[in-house]
C-alpha cells in the first residue's frame, strides 16, 4: 500500500504561482511513475504532468511554459510548481501513482481557485 498526501492548493490571482506538494509513504519502491491530474466539475480527470522513477517527464499541452513538476527521492516527494496561473486552471488537484501505465493510488485532492 502507499498513501499519499497533497499539500500546497488555494486561492490565487491569474498570473499568481502556486506549488503543490505530495508526500508519499508506504510501500513506493515499486512505483514507476507519480502524476498530477486535475478535475473540474462536469469534466473527466485529466493528466496534467507525470514523472517516471527514470527521469522521463509529460505534460499536457495547456500547461507546457507554465508548470514543472519535480521529484525529491530523498524525501519521497513530488512537487508541481505552477506559474502564470489562468482562471482556466481551476480544479481539484490529485496526486496519483503507480506501478505501471495506469494509477493505483490517490491522494485525497487539494483544490486550486484562480480568480480576481
Known amino acids: 500500500q502507499v498513501q499519499l498526501v497533497e499539500s500546497g492548493g488555494g486561492l490565487v490571482q491569474p498570473g499568481g504561482s502556486l506549488k503543490l506538494s505530495c508526500v508519499a509513504s508506504?510501500?513506493?519502491?515499486?512505483?514507476?511513475?507519480t502524476a498530477w491530474y486535475r478535475r473540474t466539475p462536469g469534466k473527466q480527470r485529466e493528466l496534467v504532468a507525470s514523472?517516471?522513477?527514470?527521469?522521463?517527464?509529460y505534460y499536457v499541452a495547456s500547461v507546457k511554459g507554465r508548470f514543472t513538476i519535480s521529484r525529491n527521492s530523498g524525501k519521497n516527494t513530488v512537487s508541481l510548481q505552477m506559474n502564470s496561473l489562468k482562471p482556466e486552471d481551476t480544479a481539484v488537484y490529485y496526486c496519483?501513482?503507480?506501478?505501471?501505465?495506469?494509477?493505483?493510488?490517490w491522494g485525497q485532492g487539494t483544490q486550486v481557485t484562480v480568480s480576481s
Open positions: 496519483g501513482a503507480g506501478y505501471s501505465d495506469s494509477i493505483d493510488y
Open positions: 508506504g510501500s513506493i519502491f515499486r512505483i514507476l511513475a
Open positions: 514523472i517516471t522513477s527514470g527521469g522521463r517527464i
